[in-house]
């Protein structure tokens, strides 16, 4: 059977009863290491108006696909994360809680790739394009995908291999010439302008929050967790000198930050409670 995959699909899509799990078992199960019940996930899920038959089904699956295994305590079931479920669950950790907080100095240099694929191989031509996007590349003509991160060249060269196209890729490091506008590129390589928007979106969201009861607090840090999620899949962490003035994502990340830091310890006591019952 495979193992378990980040779906980038899924961390992307809006609030569907198995991403809102995937939240759930990075949030509270990883951390504490302890199996824990059915009841409780379906008690949690039901926060966020998941019926219980659409819960138990984003377990079973969510076992399925290799993130969990279950026992049977008398008559009741709980959940353990598998060692290759809890390896994932911890870089997406370590994806989201370090993403937007990083330096944004740069040298200028671009890493270039260049490879074509015919229009008539459509599915490969659509593989190489989600999956390099989703490695934060752009792409601001056909055949020409750019970062001005030159580690990624690494990524980009294991979606080559796998995709059998590295023997007619090309690639190379070079500042940007005297022809054209670098801007102009940009925004031909990445919708900036929507990333903007998700953005803003998200402030918009969760700025004024102020939950109340325990179980509030636990919905609005998991809701927080689970909207972020998306955002290292969707903006190409561009050098400060490449962005547009008043980046909306600099605000949301220390919004994010910020609620974070202020919503974990009661949102965590109260999972604690929940799944001690």
Not at 264 to 277: D, F, T
């Amino acid at each position: 059977m495979a193992g378990p995959v980040v779906s980038r699909r899924r961390e992307v899509s809006g609030g569907s009863a198995r991403s809102l799990l995937t939240t759930l078992l990075g949030e509270y199960v990883l951390p504490s290491a302890a199996p824990v019940w059915t009841s409780t996930l379906v008690d949690v899920l039901a926060l966020f108006d998941v019926e219980e038959k659409a819960a138990r089904q984003a377990l079973a699956r969510t076992a399925a696909e290799g993130w969990l295994r279950s026992d049977r305590v008398g008559r009741r079931v709980r959940w353990t994360l598998t060692e290759p479920g809890r390896r994932l669950l911890a870089e997406g950790a370590s994806r989201i809680y370090g993403f937007g907080s990083g330096s944004r100095e740069w040298d200028g240099q671009w890493l270039v790739v260049l490879v074509s694929v015919p229009e008539s191989m459509r599915d490969l031509r659509h593989k190489l394009r989600t999956r390099l996007s989703w490695a934060g590349f752009g792409t601001p003509t056909a055949g020409v995908w750019i970062t001005p991160h030159p580690a990624a060249e690494a990524d980009a060269k294991l979606i080559l291999d796998e995709l059998d196209l590295s023997s007619q890729a090309m690639s190379f490091l070079a500042g940007y010439g005297a022809l054209g506008s670098e801007r102009s590129m940009v925004t031909s390589a990445w919708d900036l302008a929507d990333v903007g928007a998700r953005y803003q979106r998200f402030i918009d969201e969760f700025r004024d929050l102020s939950p109340a009861t325990p179980d509030e607090v636990l919905r609005a840090q998991a809701m927080l967790v689970h909207e972020w999620r998306r955002f290292p899949f969707l903006d190409p962490q561009l050098p400060a000198a490449l962005l547009p003035p008043k980046w909306t994502g600099t605000t949301a990340t220390a919004l994010f930050n910020d609620l974070h830091v202020r919503w974990r310890g009661p949102a965590q006591e109260r999972w604690s409670e929940l799944a001690a019952e």
